[in-house]
C-alpha cells in the first residue's frame, strides 16, 4: 500500500470528526441522524485504512518480533 497518503487519509479523519462534534453540539431535535451515520460510518473506515497502513510499516526485530 502506498504510505504517502497516509497524512491525506488523517486530515480527512480529523474534518469528519469535527464535523461529527458540530453535529452533535446541535440540538437533539435538530440533529440529521442520517448524516451522523455517514459520518461514523466514513470515520471507522478511514481509522481502520490508516490502522492497517500502519500496522504493516512498523519496523521489527529479526529475532524477536518486536517493534524497533
Given at each position: 500500500?502506498?504510505?504517502s497518503f497516509i497524512p491525506v487519509f488523517q486530515?480527512?479523519?480529523?474534518?469528519l470528526k469535527n464535523t461529527l462534534k458540530n453535529e452533535l453540539e446541535r440540538?437533539?431535535?435538530e440533529r440529521?441522524?442520517?448524516?451522523m451515520k455517514?459520518?461514523?460510518?466514513?470515520?471507522?473506515?478511514?481509522?481502520k485504512t490508516i490502522k492497517e497502513v500502519k500496522k504493516?510499516?512498523?519496523?521489527k526485530c529479526p529475532h524477536c518480533g518486536g517493534e524497533l
Amino acid at each position: 500500500m502506498i504510505t504517502s497518503f497516509i497524512p491525506v487519509f488523517q486530515e480527512r479523519l480529523d474534518k469528519l470528526k469535527n464535523t461529527l462534534k458540530n453535529e452533535l453540539e446541535r440540538a437533539k431535535s435538530e440533529r440529521r441522524k442520517d448524516v451522523m451515520k455517514t459520518l461514523v460510518k466514513d470515520a471507522k473506515k478511514l481509522q481502520k485504512t490508516i490502522k492497517e497502513v500502519k500496522k504493516e510499516n512498523i519496523v521489527k526485530c529479526p529475532h524477536c518480533g518486536g517493534e524497533l
